[in-house]
């Protein structure tokens, strides 16, 4: 933490296996391979990954990730595999509730990578650096119901399915139940 309480731009999260940082703006052509790779499995969940996916797309996303981490609003990492530099997805957490101390956290993996427990090994560095640097003391997983990689995630990383709540997500048009896994700092192993 900086002294005027901000994160430093240059924050960086690893387990060896992982590389996690601040999205960056030569991040961006990157991003779009990983998402044009990924419209059948991550487009399928996340609408913003779509076929014709492009470097504006991109650069937009990058700048407001920038953005909402000056600002303390968003804490969005790209997820980088530590040995070959190759970007693997994007993880971070965004809907903070000051008040409540919690977060919402939210991941995706490109498909070429998924299966191999990324995602979970990637949530836990980030709720671990939610819970011991941004003092949170709940983290949420909100997934469509049908989404079981994802859930699958959560409960890997000690998250526990607490309810499905009605009308949760707005996607495609219209509101979706969704399922909620909560995590507090007691369920990291």
């Not at 994007?90 to 299966?115: E, F």
């Not at 990324?118 to 650096?129: E, H, I, P, Y």
Request: glycine residues 10%; hydrophobic residues 45%.
């Amino acid at each position: 933490m900086n002294t005027d309480g901000t994160l430093p731009a240059t924050l960086e999260l690893t387990d060896g296996r992982l590389h996690l940082r601040p999205w960056k703006e030569h991040d961006t052509s990157a991003l779009v391979e990983a998402a044009r790779e990924s419209v059948a499995t991550v487009g399928r969940w996340l609408p913003w990954c779509h076929a014709d996916y492009g470097a504006d797309d991109a650069a937009a996303w990058i700048a407001h990730c920038r953005v909402g981490w000056h600002s303390g609003e968003i804490q969005a990492f790209a997820m980088f595999e530590a040995n070959s530099g190759r970007l693997l997805g994007g993880i971070g957490l965004n809907q903070h509730n000051p008040l409540h101390r919690s977060a919402n956290l939210g991941y995706w993996v490109r498909q070429s990578r998924q299966g191999k427990g990324l995602a979970a090994a990637a949530a836990a560095l980030v709720a671990r650096f939610g819970f011991e640097q941004l003092g949170l003391v709940r983290i949420e997983i909100v997934t469509l119901p049908d989404n079981r990689a994802s859930q699958h995630t959560a409960e890997r990383v000690g998250a526990r399915f607490e309810a499905l709540a009605r009308q949760r997500l707005w996607m495609g048009g219209q509101a979706r139940d969704a399922r909620v896994y909560g995590l507090i700092p007691t369920d990291l192993g």
